[in-house]
């Protein structure tokens, strides 16, 4: 299999009932807690406005054999506008061609014709596959601990 059979393209909202599959085994594998309609709904916004962010698939032919997704945020320590690379997944059977390189190098690509001078992204401690590609493709880590407070209309 030669990286050369792979293409990104934007997922259109078509795409979706083919892309969730694909986000299940993702979210499984990521062990996060899987919410369809939320997930098919911020799918819908990334696809549709372009100032959210951006959804490639990787695709082989026509299958889909993985896909990236970049949010865009905004921070004044890197100057304004910045990319978070979401989610980078490659389906098992594709791995071994190169695929997550390339997709960061996509995800790169997205972020500099926007404009952007920083890519983010999140690995798991545990991921060290993953840490590793991030690693060699010149991403470090900072001394912080990334922290979360859902907001709901609980609040």
Known sequence: MSHN???????????LPRLMPVLREFYT??????NEPALRSALSV??????????????RGDEIAGHVAVGFGFSLEFGGRYGLLDELFVLPAHRGAGLAKRALAEAEALCRAEGLRALRLEVNDDNERARGIYERAGYTAHPRRLM?????ASD
């Open 5 to 15: 059979d792979y293409r990104f393209a934007a997922a259109m909202e078509a795409d």
């Open 29 to 34: 594998v990521e062990h996060l807690p899987w």
């Open 46 to 59: 990334l696809i549709a406005d372009p100032n959210a962010g951006r959804l490639r698939l990787i695709l």
């Open 148 to 152: 979360t407070r859902w907001l709901d």
